[in-house]
Structure formats: C-alpha cells, structure tokens
C-alpha cells in the first residue's frame, strides 16, 4: 500500500497539481504530511532501503525536513 502511495505522488495521481515551487505534488501540504505519517506508522526504518524509501517519499509528497524530523523523533521516542 504504502509503495502506492508513493507511485500516485510521483505520477502526480489522486489530488495532485503543481506547488507554488513548481514541483509536481499534492496540493494540500498537509494530506502529503499525513500520508508520510502512515506510511512511518506502518514501516519501521531499521534497513537502508527502507530509510531511503521513507525520504524519496517524503520529497515526492514534499513534506517539509522539519515536518519529517518531528515525526522521526516522535517516533523514535
């Protein structure tokens, strides 16, 4: 499920235009933020693929470094 998710923010599937940036992606930042969320309940990022995973998907859904660096300590915690 979760490498859906990635596949439809990359394709620019699903909700998708195009940021202030010019980026493609979602535009709602926050349902980016959210998915990213889901997809680091459901995976523990103990193995290099899986963290390059999490951070491809965090860029394709452009969820902010800080955003993500919150979310890697509430978990990690």
Known sequence: MTFMLWRA???GSAGSGVLAS???GLLRPRAGALKHRGSRLAIDPDTL???QFLKMLAEALDVPSDAVARLDAEFAG
């Open 49 to 51: 693929q899986e963290r």
């Open 22 to 24: 010019g980026k493609p």
């Open 9 to 11: 923010a990359v394709n």
